[in-house]
């Protein structure tokens, strides 16, 4: 019944797959003993002219008739051309090859030579079938399009879209370049749990699972700070870690359920530090990624040389909507001015909440940065150190680049009874229905009563930041996998593509 589902080409390769066992062909081979790649034949040429290659790899053109034919593979590193005989290969061989399909992937040995055009190229002289493709390339390999499909089926966008495997590449690159900048100044990077009994450490709701042999709920991570706070307590002065954040959320450009953070962490250190600490840090990922102080996004230059700006959140807020809140006394009146410019605020919302909403509204998607915004109210910072200069305030900054958050930073709160307050707080925002809300952490609260050092913290989303790196629109175009809805369930809800971007 499945043979009937299949098109034309499909069962064509099939039938294939079966006349070459019935000839004795093992179309799943073993390890091919390669000596070279694709790249190294081409930039070798000169040392290798005339000498014998073994190379492997997914054959994507074939031209050519008769008794002779070119063809191109490509491997990990790129492509090169190949060309096979009659005369060489023997009639059994020839006739083999040219049965092949375009996407088989093959071994071959020659030796290397330039033709007349000056391509350089490999003498087939032996071949072997290493998999035979029982589907074809994604259109002809003309490039995959379709957006919905290059997502659920990255591999196929991989084979299809250079461009695709450029950025996964820089994106491996970008994440080397920082663990060497960090392990640099002698930062230690650790493993923390995923599954927690307490989530906390953002504000976030939490996706839940349940742990059966101990009967309990427990949360996927929504950040790693509270247990990497734990360890500078410990008397780990310098730590970062690089891992998986979960947040039951919504899907858009720029948000995906699932994404990779990197969570750095220095005793003896405050924000501006972490500040520091961040622009060195991109500025040297660049240069050594892309070997450039600049980028071009979406049309538009992002300079990293240093210092980059900071600005108060308070002054951005002023200056964008002619809003001082510094003259705004108390949340009634806060409220009031919300609610004249539409933004419908809670009852309970506080002057602090309402200042950071306007920020969100109005002023965050027109910082092209990079560009530090500090001192956030005190009513949504709750890890964070008030200002001793004013305690509606704390020590705490997000980094911006091209209208995106790509960074939260604090100068932590290390007194354990201000943070029992703030939790408690939290709890009460919990309680009247904000699933978002911090839950009351009684064992970080007693880590902190052991005596916490002056520690600056600091959060870099890596999707985002790769994206600014890349040149990339959206998120799912840097996240091999992103999270979507099974496309069987989209079929059976009749929902549009638009439905899940």
Request: aromatic fraction near 8%.
């Amino acid at each position: 019944m499945e043979q009937e589902h299949l098109g034309e080409q499909l069962l064509l390769r099939r039938q294939k797959l079966k006349e070459l066992r019935a000839q004795g062909v093992e179309p799943y081979g073993l390890k091919y003993p390669v000596s070279h790649s694709a790249r190294e034949v081409k930039e070798g040429f000169a040392i290798l002219e005339g000498k014998t290659v073994r190379l492997a790899g997914r054959m994507l053109t074939r031209r050519g008739h008769g008794k002779a034919c070119f063809a191109n593979i490509q491997d990990g590193s790129g492509q090169v051309q190949i060309y096979i005989r009659l005369d060489n290969v023997g009639d059994e061989q020839y006739a083999l090859f040219q049965n092949l399909d375009i996407g088989d992937i093959i071994g071959c040995g020659g030796a290397v030579f330039k033709t007349r055009t000056g391509e350089i190229t490999v003498n087939v002289e032996t071949f072997t079938l290493l998999s035979k493709a029982l589907r074809p390339l994604p259109e002809k390999w003309h490039g995959l399009k379709d957006v919905e499909t290059r997502y659920r089926r990255r591999y196929a966008d991989l084979l299809a879209n250079p461009e695709v495997r450029r950025v996964f590449i820089l994106r491996s690159k970008i994440i080397q370049a920082m663990r060497e900048f960090l392990t640099g100044k002698d930062f230690l990077e650790v493993e923390t749990p995923v599954m927690h009994t307490v989530t906390g450490g953002a504000t976030a709701r939490p996706f839940v699972t349940y742990h059966n042999a101990l009967d309990l709920d427990l949360y996927l991570r929504i950040a790693t700070e509270l247990h990497l706070k734990r360890l500078v307590v410990g008397g780990l002065e310098r730590v970062f870690e690089l891992g998986r954040i979960f947040r039951n959320e919504g899907i858009s450009t720029s948000h995906n359920p699932e994404f990779t953070s990197v969570e750095i962490y220095q005793a003896n250190a405050d924000y501006e530090d972490m500040m520091e600490l961040m622009e060195k840090m991109v500025l040297a990922i660049a240069q050594q990624v892309l070997g450039s102080n600049q980028v071009i996004y979406q049309e538009r230059e992002l300079d990293f040389s240093l210092p980059w700006p900071r600005k108060k959140l308070i002054d951005l807020v002023n200056e964008i909507t002619g809003i001082d809140f510094r003259e705004i006394s108390g949340d009634v009146e806060a409220r009031k001015i919300a609610t004249s410019r539409g933004l419908e605020p809670g009852k309970g919302s506080t002057w602090g909440e309402i200042l950071f909403r306007f920020f969100e509204e109005y002023c965050e998607d027109k910082l092209w940065g990079p560009v530090f915004v500090q001192d956030y109210p005190v009513d949504v910072s709750p890890l964070a150190r008030r200002c001793d200069e004013d305690a509606a305030f704390t020590y705490r900054f997000e980094c911006f680049m091209a209208g995106k958050e790509i960074a939260n930073a604090f100068t932590e709160l290390t007194d354990p009874l201000d943070q029992r307050e703030r939790f408690q707080q939290q709890v009460q925002k919990r309680a009247g229905g904000d699933e978002e809300a911090h839950m009351m952490d009684e064992d970080f609260l007693n880590a902190l009563e052991y005596g916490m050092p002056p520690t600056g913290g600091l959060g870099i989303g890596i999707d985002r930041l790769v994206m600014i790196l890349t040149g990339s629109t959206s998120i799912r175009d840097v996240i091999l996998f992103p999270t979507m809805r099974p496309k069987e369930l989209d079929q059976e809800l009749n929902l549009s593509k638009d439905d899940i971007k």
